[in-house]
């Protein structure tokens, strides 16, 4: 008999790390030594409840990763040469740390996987863990799809299509599991409701959006800023009604659809 995970929490963080307060079990001792990513998704998730399974799935997707520590730990290797890198600054660099991160802090022991796969990063995470539950592999599933940008971004990073608005970042985290309520949720569009995005389009193509009627949210235009894998970030998840989730890769397009509330 096929098991149908639902989406049974979500929450949306779109901020700076210092406004966002330390949970109780990130001792400050650790959060000093981790990239400020991983302090982020360590604030979002706290909101999502307590008592996780022991056996809970992470998976965070993101484009970019920790950039704050790559970049620290470049630099020290562009001006003191190889033995000027940090150890820390290399171990927090790196994709998966945020997971391990999460997982050590939380005491979680079900499978592990972050997600890189630029604008489709969020919604390849939200897959990975519909067949983690779906499967039974997992009990539940701790969903992040997240992005933080610094100067260094703003400067490497082209926002898409001439989008109105800066780099920015934020975090979408979600519990997905097997309660009787929550949003049931899967691949592909239905067009039952309105559709999110990441935004990122060119003034044009937002007029064409408007002139053909489309229900449309855009990450960018509800937070006034750009960020990879955004359009998790970009779903009203206090509504009642369906949606479809959008998001690009390259030219490939991934679609999530999100049914209504129980």
């Known amino acids: 008999m096929p ?33 400020p990513l991983a302090v982020m998704m360590c604030t979002t998730v706290d909101q999502l409840g307590p008592a996780w399974h022991a056996e809970t799935a992470v998976v965070v997707g ?18 003191h040469g190889d033995a000027g890198g940090s150890p820390a600054a290399f171990t927090a660099s790196v994709h998966h740390h945020p997971a391990g991160v999460l997982g050590e802090l939380l005491n979680l022991h079900g499978p592990v996987a972050t997600i890189s796969s630029g604008g489709s990063s969020g919604l390849a995470a939200l897959r990975w863990a519909l067949l983690m539950v779906g499967s039974g592999r997992a009990p539940e599933a701790m969903v992040i799809a997240a992005d933080l940008a610094n100067p260094w971004v703003s400067q490497m990073a082209a926002v898409p299509g001439g989008c109105p608005f800066p ?71 206090d509504a009642v009604g369906p949606c479809d989730v959008r998001e690009r890769g390259g030219r490939q397009d991934l679609d999530v659809w999100i049914g209504r509330q129980p």
């Open 62 to 79: 993101t484009a970019w990763g920790c950039v704050a520590s790559t970049h620290r730990f470049t630099e020290d290797l562009r001006e």
């Open 3 to 35: 098991l149908n995970p639902r989406i049974i929490a979500a929450v949306t963080r779109v901020s700076s790390v210092s406004e966002a307060p330390r949970p109780a079990w990130l001792p400050a001792s650790k959060a000093r030594r981790l990239d």
């Open 167 to 237: 780099i920015g970042g934020g975090v979408c985290a979600l519990r997905v599991g097997l309660a009787a309520s929550g949003r049931l949720f899967g691949i592909g569009a239905r067009g039952e409701g309105p559709w999110c995005d990441a935004g990122g389009a060119t003034p044009a193509e937002e007029r064409a959006f408007a002139a053909a009627g489309e229900r449309r949210r855009s990450a960018a235009a509800i937070h006034r800023q750009w960020w990879p894998s955004a359009a998790l970030a970009a779903v009203a998840w």
